[in-house]
């Protein structure tokens, strides 16, 4: 036999999955749920402000939830006095056989609970599939599936937005700050992502700001900055580059990191860090209010124009500061545009809208996934293969959401699909 946890009467409490037409008491007093109450997740009595009425009287107060009548006691709720405005314990076995508490009546589930509820939720937890609602979750309402994921979304921008209100704090609050440090970090991707934002750190916006109208020094400063022009040189373009920055270091007093901390191995060349500067020098020079207005750049198609700028000069044909000539490479990939969308663009333009309380700054985040396909991996997979048809980012990121904090734990008492899943039942 299962054993039945607590939270799983929670569940059936909240959401009334029982037969409210014939509800009595173990006193033998007809019960109607008003309201089921506000589950509470700290010490206390599981639901708040609950309204029931017993016969003709209504009463409004707490309810205490335990899967036998005897936890009471074991619990010592008897002697405390959070537990003073009880108006009725709902256990699923009255263990104890008594008829109520003194002041307040109990309700036993077992004899008011469909059987199906219980054994799809055992079927759930027990389930071996990495996926416990594989075999239904394409039955859930569209709906309701629907609102969900949009609270999955929710909960994955909120995670990606901790680290961009650390640096907006750190910083006294400027948000162009807090932006920048993320832009940098997300723009080294994984791979270089640290010595992206330690340069950001070293390297001031508004000095670059400063320079936006003059690419040739922000390439100075950004290769500069980055310790990648510490070696002797042969190539003209690069020695200027030398000149350059020692002058525009003395000027702004600018540390510089090791060349050593950036990564080429195992990357390929439109990844190489020293394109990807160029890229950074690019945007800024063609795009420098991307800092401060960042919401006009909330499609695909705008942020696509600001960051996919064909290489020219000394980068036509060179991925490496003093290496041999290449053929060209391209501009930045479509995948590598929607990736700085998603964690970076999205997630700053949420967290703006959680700081200034405004609709149409959330609007204006969520959007950000709108011209974005649905990306198939390893987790969205899952999902795919029990049925779910989904087009956008929005919702395979949310997908990665729910598989990560629901799925693998099994957490499914705490998710709306399951709830669902339950409920029909």
Request: glycine share 4%.
């Amino acid at each position: 036999m299962y054993s039945l946890k607590e939270e799983l009467f929670h569940f059936i409490w909240q959401y009334k999955l029982l037969n409210t037409n014939t509800l009595y008491t173990e006193s033998g007093q007809q019960l109607q749920i008003i309201k089921p109450g506000e589950l509470n997740n700290d010490s206390g009595p599981d639901f708040f402000n609950a309204k029931i009425k017993l016969g003709n009287l209504t009463l409004a107060g707490n309810i205490e939830v335990h899967v036998n009548a005897s936890d009471w006691n074991k619990h010592h709720h008897q002697d405390d006095a959070a537990y003073s405005n009880i108006i009725l314990h709902v256990v699923y076995i009255n263990d104890s056989k008594q008829k109520s508490h003194g002041n307040f009546e109990i309700l036993e589930l077992k004899k008011h609970i469909d059987e199906r509820v219980l054994k799809n939720y055992i079927n759930l937890i027990r389930s071996k599939n990495t996926l416990p609602c594989h075999r239904h979750i394409s039955e859930v309402n569209r709906l309701k599936l629907s609102g969900w994921l949009q609270r999955m979304l929710i909960e994955r921008l909120e995670k990606k937005t901790e680290y961009i209100k650390q640096q907006f704090e750190q910083s006294g609050n400027d948000y162009s700050f807090a932006l920048y440090i993320t832009f940098a970090k997300n723009f080294g991707f994984k791979v270089n992502a640290e010595p992206f934002e330690n340069l950001a750190r070293v390297l001031p916006l508004s000095v670059l700001l400063k320079h936006a109208n003059n690419l040739f020094q922000l390439e100075a400063l950004l290769f500069g900055c980055a310790g990648l022009l510490e070696k002797s040189f042969k190539d003209k373009y690069i020695q200027q580059l030398q000149n350059e920055f020692e002058f525009l270091k003395q000027k702004y007093n600018l540390r510089v990191l090791k060349g050593e901390s950036w990564k080429f191995m195992r990357l390929r060349p439109a990844n190489f860090p020293s394109v990807r500067l160029w890229q950074f020098a690019k945007l800024i020079y063609h795009h420098s209010d991307i800092f401060m207005n960042p919401e006009k750049y909330n499609s695909i198609s705008k942020l696509s124009e600001a960051l996919q700028h064909k290489p020219d000069g000394y980068w036509k044909n060179h991925y490496k500061i003093g290496g041999k000539e290449q053929k060209e490479i391209g501009s930045m990939g479509i995948q590598s545009v929607e990736n700085i969308m998603i964690n970076t663009i999205a997630p700053y333009l949420f967290f703006y809208a959680r700081q200034t309380a405004k609709d149409s700054d959330l609007s204006n985040a969520l959007s950000c996934f709108d011209e974005i396909p649905f990306e198939s991996n390893i987790k969205t997979r899952h999902f795919t293969k029990a049925g779910l048809q989904l087009k956008t980012a929005g919702e395979s990121q949310a997908l990665i959401q729910l598989f990560d904090n629901y799925c693998k734990t099994k957490r499914c008492l705490n998710c709306g699909i399951a709830a669902q899943l339950l409920t029909n039942s």
